[in-house]
C-alpha cells in the first residue's frame, strides 16, 4: 500500500451553502414528483419557489464583505458572485412562477421545475468559479437543462426544432471554449484564473498566435452563451420555438452568469491582454447592437423580436465590460439588474395573453389591449418605454450607466454608435404601444387569470419605474458588489 | 528518437483517421475511422505515461460511446447523401476558414511558448508514480466540486433523456401484473355448447 493519508482536508463548504441547497432541492422534488398524485403535481413548483428563497436567504447570510474561497481556491464567494447569484435566482423565481398556468397542462411538470432548478444551480457555479474547469463545468451543467427545456413541448415541432439547434451549436460553442481553454493551459501550466493571469503577464510577449488563438476561441465560446452578435443565430429560433416561461428564464438567467464570468475571466486571467479584448469586444458590441436593433423592426412574433432586443441589450451590457474598471463593471451589473426585471415583466405580460390554441405571440394580438385590460397595457407600455430606454424608467438609467462608463474609459465613438441604435430600436418597442393604445381590437382577448401573475406583473412594474426614479440605490448597491474583485 | 518516429506515427495516423471520419461516404466507415482515431490518440496518452487515461479513452470511448454510435446510426436510417446536398454550396468559405485557421494553429505551435520544458515527458521517468492513484487522489481532494458537478450534469442528462423521449403510446400493451393476479376463472374461462 502506498502512502494514502486519511482523512483528506475535508473541504471548506460554508460558501457553498446555497449551490448545497439547490442541488439537494432539485433532487429532492425529482424524487417526490414521483409520489405526489397528478393533481397535486403543481406543488414541486411550490416547493421549487421556496428553495429558491431559501437559497437567497443563505446567499445573503453567507456573503461577506471579504472573498471567501472553497475547494482548494476553485470556488470564491465574494460580493461580485453573491450580487450576480441574487440575480440568478431572481430570474429563475419569475421563471418558475410564470409556468405555474404555462404548463399545468404538460406531462412531467416535477422534472421540469428540477431542470430549472439544476440549470441554475449551474450558473450558481459558474459566477463563483475561478478556475476554468468548474467555471465550464457549470457554463454545461446550466446549457444541459436549457436544451432540453427549450424542447419540453415535444409534440411542438418548432419546439424541438429550436432544441435540436441550441442544442448543436450550443456543443459547438462548448468545443470553442475549451478549445481556448487548452490554450491558456499549454501556455500557463494551471486552470485558474489568477495562475494564468500571472503566467501570461510573465510571458512578456502577447502578440504570440498562441495566446490570440486562445483569448479568441475563450471569447467565441462565450459570446454564443450570451449571443452576441455573430455568434446569435441559434437565438431567435430557440426564444420562438422554447416554452415562453423558459425563453423568459433563458433571456435574463444566463446572461447575468455568462457576463459575470466573462468579467471574471477578463479581469483574473487576461489583464495583460487588455488591449486586444476590448478590440474583440468593440467589434462585437458593435455588431449586435446593429443586429439586434435592425433586425427586430422586421419581426412579426413578439418572441422573436425579444429575442432580438435581447442580442441588442447584450451589445450594450458588453459596453460595461469593455468600459472596465469600477465604473464599467458596475454599470454591467446596474444593466444586467434592470434588465431582468423589463424582461420578465414583458414575457409575464405575453403569458398572460395565451388563449386556448392561440398563444399571444403575433404583434398583431395585442391591438387595441388597452380598451380591455388598462393595466395590462399600461404595464406593457412602461416595459417596452424602460426597454426602449425613454427616460425616468428603469431602462434608462441602465444604458445611461453603461453610456457614461464608455464615455469615460474613452470609447466615445462606441457610446455614440450605442446611442444612434438605441434611438434605432426605440422604434420597434414603441411600435408595440402603439398597437396597444392606437388600433383597434381585432382578436377577442381571454386573459388568464392567475393572481400571482398579476401581482408579479405590478410588482415588476412598480420595480421598473422606481429604479427610474430612484436609480442611486441600486447603483450603490452595483459598486458595492465589486467589493471582491475590482 | 524513438519516442518521436512513435509520435509522429500515433500523431499522423490520428490525423488521417480524423480525415477518414468527414471524408468517407458510408457512415459506418466513418465510426470505424473515428474508433481508429481513438486508438492512436489513446496512444499518445500511453507516451506521455498516462497509461489510465489512455485505458479509460479505449474502454469508455471505443467500448461504449462508439457503440452507442453505431446503434444511433443503424436505428435512425438518416439520409446521409441528403446532408452532403450542401457540401459545395459551403466548401469556398468553410475551406477558406479552416485553411486560416490551420495557417493560425501552426504559427501558434511553432511559436515557441510552449516550451519544451512542459512538453517533456523525461522528467518523471524513474520516480515512483502510480498514474491511475495520483489521478485518484488529485480527483477526490483539488477537483472534489467539479467531479461532483460532473456527476449531477450526468444526472441531468439522464433526467432529460427520459424526459425528452418518455411517452406512453396508446397503442403499447402493457403488462398490469395486479390484474393478471387478481384473474378469475370466470373471467377468462367461457362454456361453449358443442
Redesign the interface.
Known amino acids: 500500500m ?1 502512502n ?1 493519508t486519511f482523512p ?2 475535508f ?1 471548506v463548504i460554508l460558501p ?1 451553502l446555497p449551490e448545497i441547497i439547490v ?1 439537494v432541492m432539485a ?1 429532492v422534488i ?1 424524487i417526490w414528483d414521483l409520489f405526489l398524485p397528478a393533481e397535486r403535481k403543481q406543488w414541486t413548483a411550490y416547493a421549487a419557489i421556496a428553495t429558491c428563497l431559501v437559497a437567497i436567504d443563505a446567499t445573503l447570510r453567507t456573503t461577506g464583505a471579504d472573498a471567501q474561497m ?3 481556491g ?2 470564491v464567494l465574494d460580493p461580485f458572485a453573491g450580487f450576480t447569484k441574487l440575480l440568478i435566482i431572481g430570474a429563475t423565481i419569475y421563471g418558475i412562477v410564470l409556468s405555474l398556468d404555462y404548463m399545468k397542462s404538460e406531462k ?1 411538470i416535477g ?2 421545475y ?2 430549472m432548478l ?1 440549470s441554475m ?2 450558473m450558481m ?1 459558474m459566477v463563483s468559479a475561478t ?1 476554468f ?2 467555471m465550464y ?2 457554463l ?2 446550466m446549457a ?2 436549457l ?2 427545456l427549450v ?2 413541448q ?1 409534440d411542438v415541432l418548432r419546439s424541438s426544432e429550436a ?1 435540436l439547434k441550441y442544442f448543436i451549436l450550443g456543443s459547438l460553442a462548448s468545443c470553442m471554449l475549451l478549445y481556448g481553454i487548452s ?1 491558456l493551459y ?2 500557463s ?1 494551471s486552470l485558474d484564473f489568477a495562475a494564468v493571469g500571472q503566467a501570461l503577464g510573465s ?1 512578456g ?1 502577447n502578440s ?4 490570440s ?1 486562445g483569448l479568441v476561441f475563450i471569447i467565441a465560446g462565450m459570446a454564443f452563451k450570451v449571443s452576441l452578435a455573430p455568434f446569435h443565430m441559434w437565438t431567435p429560433d430557440a426564444y420562438e420555438g422554447a416554452p415562453t416561461p423558459i425563453t423568459a428564464f433563458m433571456g435574463v438567467a444566463p446572461k447575468v452568469a455568462g457576463f459575470a464570468i466573462l468579467a471574471r475571466v477578463v479581469i483574473d486571467a487576461l489583464p495583460s491582454l487588455q488591449a486586444d479584448y476590448v478590440t474583440i469586444f468593440s467589434w462585437l458590441a458593435v455588431l449586435s447592437m446593429a443586429v439586434g436593433n435592425i433586425a427586430a423592426i422586421a419581426q412579426r412574433n413578439i418572441k422573436r423580436m425579444l429575442a432580438y432586443s435581447t442580442i441588442g441589450h447584450v451589445g450594450f451590457i458588453l459596453l460595461g465590460l469593455i468600459a472596465g474598471g469600477p465604473e464599467g463593471y458596475s454599470a454591467m451589473l446596474v444593466y444586467l439588474a434592470v434588465y431582468l426585471f423589463m424582461n420578465m415583466g414583458a414575457f409575464a405580460i405575453i403569458i398572460l395573453m395565451r388563449r386556448e390554441g392561440i398563444q399571444g405571440e403575433l404583434l398583431d394580438d395585442f391591438a387595441g389591449m388597452s380598451k380591455v385590460r388598462p393595466g395590462y397595457a399600461l404595464a406593457m407600455g412602461l416595459f417596452m418605454f424602460s426597454l426602449a430606454g425613454i427616460p425616468f424608467l428603469g431602462g434608462f438609467w441602465a444604458k445611461y450607466a453603461v453610456l457614461i462608463a464608455a464615455v469615460h474609459a474613452g470609447h466615445l465613438y462606441l457610446a455614440l454608435i450605442g446611442i444612434l441604435f438605441s434611438a434605432v430600436g426605440a422604434f420597434y418597442y414603441i411600435r408595440v404601444v402603439k398597437y396597444i393604445y392606437f388600433d383597434e381590437e381585432r382578436v377577442a382577448f381571454d386573459f388568464s387569470e392567475n393572481p400571482l401573475m398579476q401581482a408579479t406583473v405590478a410588482v415588476t412594474a412598480i420595480v421598473v419605474v422606481a429604479i427610474g426614479i430612484f436609480p442611486q440605490p441600486l447603483m450603490d448597491i452595483c459598486r458595492a458588489a465589486l467589493g471582491g474583485i475590482v | 528518437m524513438l519516442e518521436a518516429a512513435f509520435f509522429y506515427l500515433f500523431g499522423g495516423l490520428a490525423v488521417v483517421a480524423a480525415l477518414g471520419v468527414v471524408m468517407a461516404r458510408n457512415t459506418i466507415h466513418s465510426v470505424m475511422f473515428l474508433i481508429f482515431c481513438f486508438f492512436n490518440a489513446s496512444g499518445l496518452f500511453f507516451m506521455l505515461d498516462a497509461e489510465f487515461l489512455g485505458i479509460i479513452l479505449i474502454l469508455i470511448y471505443v467500448g461504449a460511446v462508439m457503440v452507442m454510435f453505431m446503434f444511433v446510426i443503424m436505428m435512425l436510417e438518416v439520409n446521409f447523401a441528403r446532408l452532403r446536398e450542401g457540401f459545395l454550396q459551403y466548401l469556398p468559405i468553410g475551406g477558406a476558414i479552416a485553411v486560416m485557421l490551420l495557417i493560425e494553429l501552426i504559427a501558434a505551435a511553432t511559436s515557441g511558448v510552449f516550451s519544451s520544458k512542459t512538453a517533456s515527458t523525461v522528467e518523471h521517468f524513474g520516480r515512483e508514480v502510480n498514474n491511475t492513484m495520483e489521478i485518484g487522489k488529485v480527483l477526490y481532494t483539488k477537483y472534489l466540486l467539479g467531479f461532483e458537478i460532473a456527476a449531477i450534469i450526468l444526472l441531468v442528462a439522464l433526467v432529460g433523456a427520459v424526459v425528452l423521449t418518455l411517452r406512453s403510446r396508446k397503442d403499447a400493451k402493457y403488462q398490469v401484473i395486479s390484474k393478471q393476479v387478481k384473474v378469475r376463472k370466470e373471467d377468462r374461462l367461457r362454456k361453449v355448447e358443442m
Not at chain 1, 208 to 211: G, L, P, R, Y
Open positions: 502506498a494514502i483528506f482536508p473541504p457553498v442541488a433532487m425529482l472553497a475547494f482548494y476553485q470556488f412531467n422534472e421540469y428540477s431542470l439544476f444551480l449551474g457555479l478556475n474547469i468548474i463545468l457549470g454545461e451543467l444541459l437543462c436544451y432540453v424542447g419540453y415535444r432544441a490554450f499549454g501556455l501550466g510571458l510577449d504570440s498566435m498562441a495566446v488563438l
